[in-house]
């Protein structure tokens, strides 16, 4: 390798950038080109993007994870002989930014962190500590939380409600730019790195739906049946919402950071539906159970 050429990588700063190819990641990446970095990309397009052609690039397509990325260039056919030397130079100053104690320590910090939250959270349902299920069955019995069967029945209802008041509010509004004049926030979307902004919303309607008609492959029932037995029914209701909900979210294109931006229509309409879900569940489930609307734990936040 020419020697001129090994000091020339070695002295330069180097970034590997994830989802590099729209988006957050494509900003961040030609923001670096322009300050010299040498760049290690990974994303969708698995060829090298005009607006970094400034500076060398090294591109790894969408296929090879971002960890198993660092094992991609372990063989020198991929690049050639000189660049897979640069490339592995490069790479180990990549691996030593990492590696810092600082970060060491603060990977540990959140890990235990999350290790203690999923503990809580085990704890709170499992049957000989917090047991919530039986918070919820036996409510008017020995339950703690509950006097009764029906505050217990409008705490799930409620929170059917309150689910599509913070996703139309927190994870749609607020990127969108609802709090801050009409500004796009993609830092406030929510799972931006892993790319699930979207489908964690499609999962919790699908929460909502599960509870409402139940699970009859498992032998489970939903609100619907307890409506049933009452007279009510909301089923077709329900159906054409919760249907018409998840072709708005499908309507919105990936990822979310860029739809803030670039899908504004289909963001607000995703958060219009949303709303007709959320007012058939406040309204028309809620008075045809006799319940009251009670106050989302997010109100005045």
């Given at each position: ?63 090879v994870g971002p960890v198993a990325a660092f094992r991609y260039f372990t063989d020198p056919q991929v ?142 029932g939903g609100l619907e049946g307890y409506l049933v037995q009452r007279g009510k ?69």
């Amino acid at each position: 390798m020419d020697e001129t050429a090994s000091t020339a990588v070695t002295e330069r700063k180097v970034a590997f950038v994830t989802g590099s190819s729209r988006g957050i990641g494509r900003a961040i990446a030609e923001g670096l080109a322009s300050r010299g970095y040498l760049l290690v990309l990974h994303g969708r397009d698995a060829s090298i993007p005009g607006y970094v052609a400034r500076t060398t690039v090294f591109s790894i397509p969408s296929r090879v994870g971002p960890v198993a990325a660092f094992r991609y260039f372990t063989d020198p056919q991929v690049f050639g002989e000189q660049k897979f030397d640069q490339m592995r130079e490069a790479m180990t100053d990549v691996v030593a930014a990492f590696a810092t104690p600082r970060r060491c320590d603060y990977l540990r910090a959140i890990t235990a962190d999350l290790i203690a939250q999923a503990r809580e959270l085990i704890a709170a349902w499992d049957p000989a500590r917090g047991n919530f299920l039986g918070e919820l069955t036996l409510a008017g019995k020995t339950s703690k939380h509950f006097e009764s069967l029906h505050l217990a029945l409008g705490e799930v209802v409620n929170r059917m409600g309150y689910t599509l008041e913070n996703i139309r509010g927190d994870k749609l509004g607020r990127p969108l730019g609802t709090t801050s004049g009409g500004a796009a926030q993609p830092d406030k979307v929510e799972s931006p790195f892993s790319g699930r902004s979207l489908e964690d919303i499609r999962d919790n309607v699908r929460g909502i739906e599960r509870l409402y008609f139940g699970d009859a492959a498992r032998g489970e029932g939903g609100l619907e049946g307890y409506l049933v037995q009452r007279g009510k029914s909301f089923a077709q209701l329900m159906r054409a919402q919760l249907d018409a909900s998840f072709a708005a979210l499908d309507a919105v294109p990936e990822p979310l950071t860029l739809a803030i931006v670039s899908g504004k229509g289909q963001v607000q309409a995703a958060i219009d539906q949303l709303g007709v879900l959320e007012r058939a569940i406040q309204v028309d489930v809620i008075n045809a159970l006799s319940l009251s609307v009670g106050f989302n734990d997010n109100d005045g936040d």
